[in-house]
């Protein structure tokens, strides 16, 4: 099974300010890779798929990098509404199920 | 638009069995992967398994033995039933859809792009 560890647990930031997410997979998982969102109270939204694609509609603010073990997700100039939890998602092993990280806060500072 | 909503038991007994049903509305059911992820209290995201239409099913190993996930096209419905919880199990379910297609012989996977708002089962006596 592919392990997933993202990094920091906790990212301190102010409004404006650029975040960088980091997602490293135990064994290269091409770009197979997905980023999510979740706020308090509210499900999880999809992001980013193939680490890099944008889904319709998330602000051109939010871009994905990486391939193969290490993969890092950016928001340019962080808005209010941009703090909460993101979490990343390999599924290299599709169809044989997928695999989370255990996720990074985004705290206003 | 594509909507799921989770029903189930809020409350179970340890060592009985979770049964909880994802219903879907705006789209049909025979089309995409259907999956469950659950979140312990504070904790992060937990993929549980996913169907498709055809029936085949998927589940984390760590709950394989325990896990069984089923589909109803009649009623545009896939449900979930976990066996023999604890209260290790108490978490928040999410049904989600996974937009996967299957193209000769390449599977591709475009993300669990739309969510129910879960359902909290709670594990106790």
């Known amino acids: 099974e592919t392990v997933m560890t993202q990094s920091p647990v906790t990212l301190s930031m102010s409004p404006g300010e650029r975040a960088t997410f980091s997602c490293r997979a135990s064994?290269?998982?091409?770009?197979?890779l997905a980023w999510y969102q979740q706020k308090p109270g509210q499900a999880p939204r999809l992001l980013i798929y193939g680490a890099s694609t944008r889904v319709t509609g998330v602000p051109a603010r939010f871009s994905g990098s990486g391939s193969g073990t290490e993969f890092t997700l950016t928001i340019s100039s962080l808005q209010s509404e941009d703090f909460a939890v993101y979490y990343c998602?390999?599924?290299?092993?599709?169809?044989?199920?997928?695999?989370f990280g255990q996720g990074t806060k985004l705290e206003i500072k | 638009q594509v909507q799921l909503q989770e029903s189930g038991p809020g409350l179970v007994k340890p060592s009985e069995t979770l049964s909880l049903t994802c219903t879907v509305s705006g789209a049909s059911i025979t089309s995409f992967y259907w999956t469950w992820v659950r979140q312990a209290p504070g904790k992060g995201l937990e993929y549980i398994g996913y169907i498709n239409y055809g029936g085949y099913t998927n589940y984390n190993p760590s709950l394989r033995s325990r896990a069984t996930i089923s589909i109803d096209p009649s009623k545009n419905q896939f449900s979930l039933k976990l066996r023999s919880v604890t209260a290790a199990d108490t978490a928040l379910f999410y049904c989600?859809?996974?937009?996967?297609?299957?193209?000769?012989?390449?599977?591709?996977?475009?993300?669990?792009?739309?969510w129910g708002r879960g359902t909290t089962v709670t594990v106790s006596s």
């Open positions: 989600a859809r996974v937009d996967s297609v299957l193209i000769k012989g390449n599977y591709f996977f475009y993300g669990m792009d739309v």
């Open positions: 064994q290269s998982v091409v770009t197979k």
């Open positions: 998602q390999q599924y290299n092993d599709w169809p044989r199920g997928v695999t």
